[in-house]
């Protein structure tokens, strides 16, 4: 496959290194100015990467405008200067990736050009009605600028314990503590994400986390629970039993109230998440939509695989733990 680098940036073949050594892809690179024309004569399925920061504010707008209208070529952005105001909206375009100055420091990875390739066939073969997308209105990094009885763009995450029976089978006294750990240690992994747990039932509940539009690592917080289960079992439970749960996380849009006080609120987004993690998804798995998969941290898009589809969206599993 060839990727094609737009950019002026001297040396900027070198991020995409590991790449090229994977010896399935042809790294290019060429200007900006250039792209009008290598896009017409590029070969169906190539992709492509737009460094917008080798362009001037309306020339980038005007190169994102035609990539936006081409359908012959998955496309990226490389964003080193942290110049797009909304990344969102570049994935609402039809954009594939977005690459920050952190991850172009890092260097791009074959596996991640890989689950990209995955994802968009996923989305070419869809013959279904797709899952009602609304515009995203970012909630910001944390707390501090979001109002009651207003609607912002959440990250939603649905945790739930699998072995309801067992867990019950040794008495309310039993299960109140088991109940009780769970959420203080759900507590103590998602609170440095700026996560709070909005609505909580006896054997789980649904934290929420603050958007920003550009990423999402709050799905860091999710893969620690991931990993970290058999610990949590051992040391913190006490008890003869294997905590089993399942997660499941999407990015939608809510009317933001305080904790107690949810119970008048309709959203699509909520059920979505609900539905996902109560009607789909296996015991012990982890799984997001396609929405929040685009804004995963780079280092974490390939521990996942595609799921299949659930309410007219792709869906992407963690893959086993081994």
């Given amino acids: 496959m060839i990727v094609h680098i737009f950019s002026t940036a001297k040396g900027i073949e070198k991020n995409f290194d590991a790449v090229r050594k994977s010896k399935k892809y042809d790294i290019l690179v060429s200007p900006p100015s250039g792209i009008k024309t290598i896009l017409k004569k590029a070969p169906i399925g190539s992709m492509?990467?737009?460094?917008?920061?080798?362009?001037?504010?309306?020339?980038?707008?005007?190169?994102?405008?035609?990539l936006a209208k081409?359908?012959?070529?998955r496309y990226g952005i490389i964003d080193p200067r942290g110049s797009a105001v909304d990344v969102a909206e570049l994935f609402h375009n039809g954009a594939s990736d977005y690459i920050g100055a952190t991850l172009l420091k890092k260097g791009v990875q074959p596996k991640r050009l890989e689950a990209i390739a995955k994802f968009k066939a996923m989305e070419?073969?869809?013959?279904?009605?797709?899952?009602?997308?609304?515009?995203?209105?970012?909630?910001?990094?944390?707390?501090?600028g979001i109002i009651q009885g207003k609607e912002y763009t959440f990250c939603f995450m649905f945790v739930e314990l699998d072995n309801k029976n067992e867990l019950k089978g040794g008495g309310p006294e039993q299960f109140g503590r088991i109940s009780s750990s769970f959420r203080s240690y759900l507590e103590n992994i998602v609170t440095?994400?700026?996560?709070?747990?909005?609505?909580?039932?006896?054997?789980?509940?649904?934290?929420?986390?603050?958007?920003?539009?550009?990423?999402?690592?709050?799905i860091e917080a999710a893969f620690r629970l991931m990993i970290n289960r058999m610990l949590m079992?051992?040391?913190?439970?006490?008890?003869?039993?294997?905590?089993?749960?399942r997660i499941a996380m999407h990015i939608g849009n809510t009317v933001?109230?305080?904790?107690?006080?949810?119970?008048?609120?309709?959203?699509?987004?909520?059920?979505?998440?609900?539905?996902?993690?109560?009607?789909?998804?296996?015991?012990?798995?982890?799984?997001?939509t396609d929405e929040i998969f685009r804004f995963a941290?780079?280092?974490?898009m390939n521990h996942f695989v595609p799921a299949g589809k659930f309410e007219g969206r792709n869906i992407f599993r963690m893959k086993r733990l081994t």
């Fill in 124 to 144: 070419s073969t869809d013959e279904t009605q797709p899952a009602v997308k609304k515009k995203y209105t970012p909630s910001g990094k944390d707390w501090k």
């Fill in 233 to 245: 079992s051992a040391e913190l439970i006490h008890l003869d039993i294997n905590l089993s749960y």
């Fill in 48 to 66: 492509v990467y737009l460094d917008i920061s080798s362009l001037a504010k309306t020339e980038a707008a005007q190169a994102l405008k035609l």
């Fill in 297 to 300: 941290p780079g280092g974490l």
């Fill in 256 to 288: 933001y109230k305080a904790k107690g006080n949810t119970g008048t609120i309709i959203s699509d987004s909520i059920n979505s998440v609900f539905h996902l993690g109560q009607k789909y998804a296996e015991p012990g798995g982890f799984y997001l």
């Fill in 70 to 73: 081409q359908d012959s070529c």
């Fill in 192 to 218: 440095p994400f700026s996560g709070k747990i909005w609505m909580w039932m006896d054997f789980g509940g649904l934290i929420l986390f603050p958007f920003d539009g550009k990423k999402c690592d709050a």
